[in-house]
T-cell receptor, first 112, second 115 residues
Framework: KQEVTQIPAALSVPEGENLVLNCSFT??????LQWFRQDPGKGLTSLLL?????REQTSGRLNASLDKSSGRSTLYIAASQPGDSATYLC???????????FGDGTTLTVKP | EAGVAQSPRYKIIEKRQSVAFWCNPI?????LYWYQQILGQGPKLLIQ????????DSQLPKDRFSAERLKGVDSTLKIQPAKLEDSAVYLC?????????????FGEGSRLTVL
C-alpha cells in the first residue's frame, strides 16, 4: 500500500526566499507524480506533472524533481511571494488507470 | 476549455438526513473520481469510474454512500443517512486516458457540514 508523506506540515518564510517542499513515498513503482496547490475553501489546482521516466519539470518559478529510487520528490519555489501562500499537496499514481494517493500537504505562508 | 463543475458548493444537513452532490467532468475525460477531504488532510479516493464502469470503490462506505455515472458523463454521489464524521469537502476530479493520462483536474468541491 502506497503511503505519501509531506514534511513539514507548515512552513513560514519571508518574501523573496527560495524554498523547497518535500514529498516522500514508500512504493517506487509509480506511473506519475503530480503537485497541486490548494487555496482555502477551493479545489486543487495542478502545478506540475512528472511522469515516471522524467527527472524534473519546470513552470515559471516552480521546479519539481523526482527520484524514484529514493522515493522522493521536491518542489522548489524561487523568489517566493505572498501570493504563493497556500497548501501544497503531492499525489503519486501507481498505474495509468490506477488511483492517486495524496500526502496531507504542506501549508506555506510567505510573509511580506 | 471548461473545467470540472460541481454543485452545490455548500450544504448543511442534520445527521441521518440525505444529501446528493453532482459533478460534470471536463469534456472528453473518460475517468471520473470522487475524493473526500477532511480538514487538514489530503484527499482520499472514494470511487473511480472509467466511462460508466466502476474501477475502484474499495474505500466507499457502501452502507451509506452510493455513486453513479450514467451515460459515462456526469456523476452523482449520495450519502444516506449522513453521520457527523461525513463532514468534509467532496472533490470531483477527471482525467483522460490518452495523452497526459493520469493527470488529475479537480472541481471546486462541495463542502458538507453535518450537524
Amino acid at each position: 500500500k502506497q503511503e505519501v508523506t509531506q514534511i513539514p506540515a507548515a512552513l513560514s518564510v519571508p518574501e523573496g526566499e527560495n524554498l523547497v517542499l518535500n514529498c516522500s513515498f514508500t512504493d517506487s513503482a509509480i506511473y506519475n507524480l503530480q503537485w497541486f496547490r490548494q487555496d482555502p475553501g477551493k479545489g486543487l489546482t495542478s502545478l506540475l506533472l512528472i511522469q515516471s521516466s522524467q527527472r524534473e519539470q519546470t513552470s515559471g518559478r516552480l521546479n519539481a524533481s523526482l527520484d524514484k529510487s529514493s522515493g522522493r520528490s521536491t518542489l522548489y519555489i524561487a523568489a517566493s511571494q505572498p501570493g504563493d501562500s497556500a497548501t501544497y499537496l503531492c499525489a503519486v499514481r501507481r498505474t495509468n488507470a490506477g488511483k492517486s494517493t495524496f500526502g496531507d500537504g504542506t501549508t506555506l505562508t510567505v510573509k511580506p | 476549455e471548461a473545467g470540472v463543475a460541481q454543485s452545490p458548493r455548500y450544504k448543511i444537513i442534520e445527521k441521518r438526513q440525505s444529501v446528493a452532490f453532482w459533478c460534470n467532468p471536463i469534456s472528453g475525460h473518460a475517468t471520473l473520481y470522487w475524493y473526500q477531504q477532511i480538514l487538514g488532510q489530503g484527499p482520499k479516493l472514494l470511487i473511480q469510474f472509467q466511462n460508466n464502469g466502476v474501477v475502484d470503490d474499495s474505500q466507499l462506505p457502501k452502507d451509506r454512500f452510493s455513486a453513479e455515472r450514467l451515460k459515462g458523463v456526469d456523476s452523482t454521489l449520495k450519502i444516506q443517512p449522513a453521520k457527523l464524521e461525513d463532514s468534509a469537502v467532496y472533490l470531483c476530479a477527471s482525467s483522460t486516458i490518452s495523452g497526459r493520462a493520469g493527470e488529475l483536474f479537480f472541481g471546486e468541491g462541495s463542502r458538507l457540514t453535518v450537524l
